[in-house]
């Protein structure tokens, strides 16, 4: 807390608050012309003795609120077959119908659904009984449904509804249940008894956050769905898919099925991850996360509106009440998880391609890095290392000096990442290949529907796929990993093709001819059936059929190889159980684009280390878009270049001088700020926080942010502008209002909210400071390792009243649960702290020091600096930059540095 001209820094412990702001009321109307109203106002029966009268009655419905009645893939809906299922026909007024349009075949307001006939109060909330008189069109309506709705805490709702009389699939992951009901809640619950609908409203604005009232509520064996009003346009989240950061809602349809596809629109992508986060009128934002791992769509509509419907589990969901963006998502990752803090490297330059060919090309790449001054942490390898693509196997001609590539690596604080496939070769010899069996041996492996090993196809050619559902697969994975380390000592895992992807539909074999092969309604997944290039649904799994566990495959192996790591290095993961890469983009503009999308939604999504291929996977590289990708990837919060087989290469070496040069600037930037990235993730594993950040988390009343996504900030403070277009030498930006700052020269912009075009040569990255922030830098190195020892460059970005402060978390880089286990230092820079300073914890900063402070924006030049009472040499530009140098502060100790 900044005022008069006094910087002070305050070495502690643990040091975090946040600040809710109440916003003004903004009450969100019920969405009367096409809703579901309460019993008092639409009975449930359906009318059919007067088809004219009824015609007229849908006619009411304006398009938007129109709720698709019809929604199967491909077919061809007439009147006949629409008013079979008792809804509304009316062709739209503009086409196309269906999957993107508006839909001919709707629910009329009195299609029939459920009744709430009872309802207890239960210790955490309430529990009630649902019934249904009329059957609907899918099998096996559940006609009697439990619904529990649960006050888990004051802004967190839950509410699962479920089937009494039969057990149904749960995702089997542990989230923290409630014990008693919330005290003070910040959302109001209202019912509707007929038709059954649940209605949340923000307590202190009495604004809609959920209404199911819109639409009717379906439950069968395989096709669960449930609708809802949106309060505002502005929704994100909803991965994995390449669209803009700010959702479509004209008639947008997101699908959800892990599918190993190369990213593109409107296609089900690598992940799955049913959450989103809505910005209300006013600033407040809440969060919605649907607990279902069943393949599902997501239908957007323009009323706004939305539905989600899946082909099985149940329905149990979660309303988070924020009310700004950052708490929705620190709200939500308390139930899914708290990003792990990543082990320190993870956060470095990472090279990889597929087609090095041999260990001693991979070895050449590493050594011009090194000779042209270029940083790197970490050097992969594709499948080139494996013999004949074996898992667990190295080539003895190609790939015979592996271990001594990785053996320099170590010398020169260097890492190695190896790819893994889960497909496990089922061809070789007996005896000849352990992996597979002992696997055998184990009983380790995915079997079909007839008990046997599933015989799929991906690299090595016919494979089995390990069930990592099982945790004897742990352990047979652990062993494998192991040995292997033993003779290549790798350091990470690169963990590919676990979707999972098979060359194959199902099986060698084929699958069988069942509703779990071809459901009554199939989402809209590329291929068109749940086994396109993947395996069958009705395989067996130890804790339920692939139907069920198919988008869980990855999260699994990921659970799995994080486990064998921490056993065999006794050292941190990448994050929780892994990190992100978001799949093989293309060397196009538009993919430098759309990576920017990609990673804020991850961030939203609580998996912060996330990045895109750099310079793009597929298609030649471009020299311009490769330093521009360069550019932008050295603040991706994961940063790895790579691309495919046959394409030129695309490290920085390979292209000319200038190109070269300006990507090493890049990089070395990246080494430079990575005090702060280091910092940011401490926050992600602490709090929840999000490390690449959108413009609307920190600016959300000013709705001009809400849709950005060409640019993003590093936590609060450092805003990223990056050129995404060719051949220009400018890029426009946003600045939101306020007061910015230069990074490199400390020049101020005062912005009223306004877009503003800056000069951006081929050689740089327009970045700037947000006032009121000190963010500490390091002179950076070819690693982080010895970058991280380097001293301190404080930059202070002042506000008009001089105020700034800013933070650093410090630990050994790599040890497990080192911020649990109190081993780490945490200094909180401040001006003017009057109160007593005391360092708590120091552990791995005592060695730290800082150097040199910049002051951006001292209005008048001083006349003595004064450091811990004594005077200090210093400069003063005409752009009103102080800068105080041979400081020789350590950050075990607190200090003061003033002028007058």
Known sequence: ?????????????????????????????????????????????????????????????????????????????????????????????????????????????????????????TSTGQKGTLVREVKTYYPADVLTLEVEIRHETDTRLRVRITDPSSPRFEVPISVPAATEKADSPAYVVELSRRPFGLIVKRRSTGVVLLNTTVAPLFYADQFLQMSTSLQSRFIYGLGEHRSAFLHDLQWNTLTMWARDVPPTEQTNLYGAHPFYLAMEDGGDAHGFFLLNSNAMDVVLQPAPALTWRTIGGILDFYVFLGPDPASVIGQYVEVIGNPSMPIYWALGYHLCRWGYNTSNSTWEVVKRLRNYGIPQDVQWNDIDYMDRFLDFTLDPTKFATLPDLVKDLHAHDQRYVMILDPGISSVQPEGAYWPYDEGLRRDVFIKDAEGKPLIGKVWPGLTAYPDFSDDVTHDWWFDNLQRFHEKVPFDGLWIDMNEPSNFLDGSTDGCPSNSLENPPYTPGILGGLLRAKTLCASAQQKQSIHYNMHSLYGLMEAKASASALKRILAK?????????????????????????????????????????????????????????????????????????????????????????????????????????????????????????????????????????????????????????????????????????????????????????????????????????????????NLTLWVSSGQPLHLVSALSDDGSASGDLFWDDGESIDAYENDLYSYIVFDRNVTEALKLVSNVEATYITVETASFYGVKQKPGRVLVNSQDATFTYRDNQVLTVGDLGLNLSRNFTISWM
């Open 572 to 780: 941190r993961p990448f994050g929780m159980y892994s990190g992100h890469w978001l799949g093989d983009n293309r060397s196009q503009w538009k993919d430098l684009y759309t990576s920017i999308a990609g990673i804020l939604t991850f961030n939203l999504l609580g998996i912060p280390l996330v990045g895109a291929d750099i310079c793009g996977f597929s298609e030649e590289p471009q020299e311009e878009l490769c330093v521009r990708w360069t550019q932008l990837g050295a603040f991706y919060p994961f940063a790895r270049n790579h691309n495919a087989i046959v394409m030129k290469p695309q490290d920085p070496t390979a292209f000319g001088p200038l190109a070269r040069k300006a990507m090493k600037e890049a990089l070395l930037l990246r080494y430079s700020l990575f005090p702060i990235l280091y910092t940011l993730f401490h926050h992600a594993h602490v709090h929840g926080h999000t490390v690449a950040r959108p413009l609307m988390f920190e600016f959300p009343k000013d709705v001009r942010t809400y849709g950005i996504d060409k640019q993003f900030l590093w936590g609060r403070s450092l805003l990223v502008t990056p050129v995404l277009d060719p051949g220009v030498d400018y890029v426009d930006g946003y600045f939101p209002e306020g007061l910015w700052y230069d990074y490199y020269t400390g020049d101020s912009l005062l912005s009223a909210g306004e877009d503003l075009r800056l000069q951006a040569p081929l050689d740089k990255i327009n970045l700037h400071l947000r006032e009121g922030s000190i963010s500490p830098t390091q002179a950076p």
């Open 1 to 121: 807390y900044l005022h008069s001209n006094i910087l002070k820094v305050q070495v502690l412990s643990s040091f975090y608050t946040i600040t809710l702001c109440r916003m003004q009321p903004h009450r969100h109307p019920l969405p009367a012309p096409g809703s579901q109203t309460p019993d008092s106002l639409v009975g449930t029966g359906v009318n059919d003795t007067a088809a004219a009268s009824r015609r007229v009655a849908c006619g009411v419905i304006p398009e938007a609120w129109r709720f698709d009645c019809y929604p199967e893939r491909g077919a061809v809906v007439t009147r006949e077959l629409c008013e079979a299922r008792s809804c509304c026909f009316i062709p739209a007024s503009s086409r196309p119908a269906g999957r993107n349009g508006i839909p001919w075949c709707f629910y009329p307001r009195d299609f029939p659904s459920y009744s709430l006939v009872s309802m207890n109060d």
